[in-house]
Every structure is written in C-alpha cells, then in structure tokens.
C-alpha cells in the first residue's frame, strides 16, 4: 500500500474519533521470498508385461491329436502341437502306456481323451496292440468309454527319445470297432479313426488311475 493512502486512512480514523491503526506497508512481490521448488522425481519406467506362451503338447513342435466322432458327439478332431495339451505315463494293469489329449475349445465341445494302450513298453515299438479309450466332456457329468481294450486297435506305434531320462514321444494311429458308451445315461460316440503323437514319461510313478490333468493344472 502507497505511504499516501496509509495517511489518508489515518486522518480518517482520527476525525472520526477512533484511534489510528497502524497499517503494514504491502511488501514489495519483486523482494518478497519465495520457498524453494522441490525437483520432481523421474517416473519409473513401466517394465513390459511378458506374453503368456501359449500351451504346446510337445517343446519338439510336432505334437498332434486328430479323431473322428459319430454319434452322441459329432466332431472331427483336428488339433496341432500348438494349444493342445498332452500328458503320458506309464501303468500297471494291463501294463502299458495311457495318453490323454484336451484344447482350449473354440465353438466346440470341451473334450478330453484318455487312451490306454496295452502291451506298450519304453522305446519299442509295436503294432496291433488293443487300446481302450475315454471321452469325457469337460464342465459336465457326461463322460463315455470302451470300458476294457477289446473294442479298439492301434495298427501301428513308434517311439523316439526325447533327451530327458526315460521321457518319449510316441506316435500311434488306430481305429475302434464298437462305440464308447455313456457312463451316465444314455448314447454312445463311435471313433472311427484316431492318430496322435504326445508324450509319454516313464519315469513317473505308475498308477492305475486316468492320467487326466485338471483343467487350470500348467503345462509341462
């Protein structure tokens, strides 16, 4: 405030009988202090979000799963290495081998197959071995099997070694000659044909349960 104003008001203050009030000179803005400025901190990067590898039965890349089915589910099944699933191991009764085989479904059924075959032993291979074979759909009380090896064939099995102790990868084609029926209710899918190439670890512990990885289990 300008010195001339401060008198002014003063003289005011006195003519109207009230005592003067000292008036603070406004301070000057271009010497007035001002608090310092903190620096801003630098932003951390935001570290990039690595992609989530998609399922793959065989590191190789030369998995599959193919099938045809008639019946209470008509489908024909053609699924590569990449996002199909493939679990193997060995088993006690009858002894052999048992495969199980499921995707990810894209406007299809969620099916898992469950092939145990007889006779199979580590590295060998075979030809007309009997197969029993497992259909369940996924989310559902709906599964149907061959119930015993009588009902399917493979014509012909190889196998090659993979690197890791007692790890394989076998390949098989065959076919069924009687349809899996439902377990629960009724109906019953005949596969016509079925070829494959998964995986199959000796090494495991032998079971006489199905060898069927849940749902949310991760790839191995």
């Known amino acids: 405030m300008h010195w001339r104003t401060s008198s002014a008001l003063c003289l005011a203050a006195a003519a109207a009988g009230a005592s003067p009030v000292a008036v603070a000179p406004s301070p000057d803005a271009s010497t007035a202090p001002t608090a310092p400025i903190a620096p801003i901190a630098p932003v951390a990067p935001i570290a990039p979000v690595a992609p989530v590898a998609p399922a793959s039965c065989l590191e190789s890349g030369d998995g599959y799963f193919r099938a045809r089915l008639a019946g209470a589910i008509e489908a024909n099944i053609d699924w590569p290495n990449s996002g199909t699933r493939c679990e193997g191991e060995s088993k006690n009764t009858p002894p052999g081998v048992r495969l199980s085989f499921q995707r990810v479904p894209s406007g299809a059924p969620d099916l898992l197959f469950v092939i145990g075959l007889s006779g199979v032993r580590e590295s060998r291979p075979a030809r007309e071995m009997r197969a029993n074979l497992t259909i369940i759909v996924q989310g559902t009380d709906r599964f149907f099997s061959t119930l015993g090896d009588s009902r399917c064939t493979v014509d012909s099995l190889s196998q090659r070694h993979l690197g890791s102790a007692k790890v394989y990868r076998v390949e098989a084609r065959g076919f069924c000659t009687q349809p899996a029926h439902?377990?629960?209710?009724?109906?019953?899918?005949?596969?016509?044909?079925?070829?494959?190439?998964?995986?199959?670890?000796?090494?495991?512990?032998?079971?006489?349960?199905?060898?069927?990885?849940?749902?949310?289990d991760p790839v191995k």
């Open 182 to 216: 439902a377990v629960r209710g009724d109906g019953a899918v005949l596969v016509s044909t079925f070829e494959f190439a998964g995986l199959v670890r000796y090494d495991a512990p032998e079971t006489d349960g199905a060898a069927i990885p849940r749902k949310n």
